[in-house]
Nanobody, 125 residues
Framework: QVRLVESGGGLVEPGGSLRLSCQASGLSLDYYDIGWFRQAPGKEREGVSC????????FYGDSVKGRFTISRNNAKNMVYLQMNNLKPEDTAVYYC??????????????????WGQGTQVTVSS
């Protein structure tokens, strides 16, 4: 059974940084695309980043490019999201998710496979 557990969220001031972590179990990240999406109250789910397992391509949503960095440690079954220069509009619950590529493998998809319980990120002064 696939299980994803996110951690690292919290309250941070605008311009600050956070590092989210996701521990995966019940699967090997050697064989999975893995990434992050977020959802703010009253808003649709938004793909944040995706790391492809087959060729190491990485994709970012337009709103986080240049500020967020995804990384993975397949040996530890871990994936991370380093978030810098955070803005109030980054406030959301962040979810780690498998199967994050779009069907053509050209970007972040919207039909994720498995995801965790999420971790809250709040950016506010």
């Amino acid at each position: 059974q696939v299980r994803l557990v996110e951690s690292g969220g919290g309250l941070v001031e605008p311009g600050g940084s956070l590092r989210l972590s996701c521990q995966a179990s019940g699967l090997s990240l050697d064989y999975y695309d893995i990434g992050w999406f977020r959802q703010a109250p009253g808003k649709e789910r938004e793909g944040v980043s995706c790391s492809a397992h087959s060729d190491s391509r990485i994709f970012y949503g337009d709103s986080v490019k240049g500020r967020f960095t995804i990384s993975r440690n397949n040996a530890k079954n871990m994936v991370y999201l380093q978030m810098n220069n955070l803005k109030p509009e980054d406030t959301a619950v962040y979810y780690c998710a498998t199967d994050c590529l779009d069907p053509k493998g050209r970007g972040i998809g919207s039909d994720f496979g498995s995801w965790g319980q999420g971790t809250q990120v709040t950016v506010s002064s």
